[in-house]
């Protein structure tokens, strides 16, 4: 289950996800390849995410303890202090602070190390922005540093509950299963945005199911048998692309 967080989106159709007190969240990049860094900097600042960069272990250790970070982004294989052992030294000073791992390609040991060393995501290179933005928002969300909204989510006459995972149309209640109500959720948190299938594979099955978008079509016709049941119907495919859902007009 996803923690909630401000619902205005940023360039990426994404949530734009923010701070309790409503500043940007912050990250720290630290690579050794300064276009690769730089590149993860455009890409999160056009986000709405306030960036660091630095370029090994010291400097980073640094920038770490003046920048107040909120999540790090950590290439695991740099000369001198590897990623393991920088996100080690951060956590003596943050002890909570969640880490997402850059490794290569094929680098199978490094992202099992990663993930044993209390890493909670990697992504490989070469990777996509988009893949990048999706993970950190998943990591930040269920660190519990984002801003803190109502329980309640509301699309036209579909209300939800995160708190008692109840949903209701037009005041009838609709029973949906776990995956159900995380799948009603994710679309709810994006109304009017259109999610592709990857998009929701990552953010509600969480890899379970390999790629295999066709569960997210099965899930979206469980949907729409139960929320748009002798009503106008709110959920939507667009061809190509993905789904949506929107109050009816």
């Keep these: 289950m996803s923690l909630p967080f401000h619902a205005s989106t940023n360039a990426n159709g994404l949530a734009r996800l923010t701070r309790p007190g409503g500043e940007p969240i912050r990250a720290l990049v630290v690579d050794d390849e300064p276009a690769l860094a730089d590149l993860m900097r455009m890409g999160l600042e056009l986000a709405g995410w306030q960036i660091a960069v630095a370029h090994e272990g010291q400097s980073a250790l640094k920038t770490a303890r003046s920048f107040h970070p909120d999540v790090l982004v950590l290439d695991v294989m740099m000369p001198g202090m590897d990623g393991v052992e920088l996100l080690g030294r951060i956590r003596t000073i943050y002890p909570d602070i969640p880490a997402l791992f850059l490794t290569a390609k094929d680098a199978v040991a490094d992202k099992l190390t990663g993930l044993a060393a209390g890493g909670d995501d990697y992504v490989t290179k070469p990777f996509s922005m988009e893949e990048v933005l999706l993970r950190l928002h998943r990591i930040v969300q269920r660190a519990g540093v984002t801003a803190a ?37 994710y679309l709810m948190e994006n109304p009017r945005h259109v999610l592709s299938k990857a998009r929701i594979l990552d953010r509600v099955w969480d890899y379970d199911f390999g790629g295999q978008s066709n569960i997210v079509e099965l899930y979206i016709s469980y949907l729409r048998k139960k929320v748009d049941a002798n009503n106008e119907p709110m959920i939507h495919t667009v061809r190509g692309a993905g789904y949506v859902i929107k109050p009816c007009p």
């Design 149 to 185: 909204n109502s329980s309640e989510l509301t699309v036209g006459d579909l209300t939800l509950n995160r708190e008692t995972r109840e949903a209701s149309r037009t005041g009838n209640e609709i029973t949906l299963t776990s995956t159900e109500f995380d799948l009603l959720e």
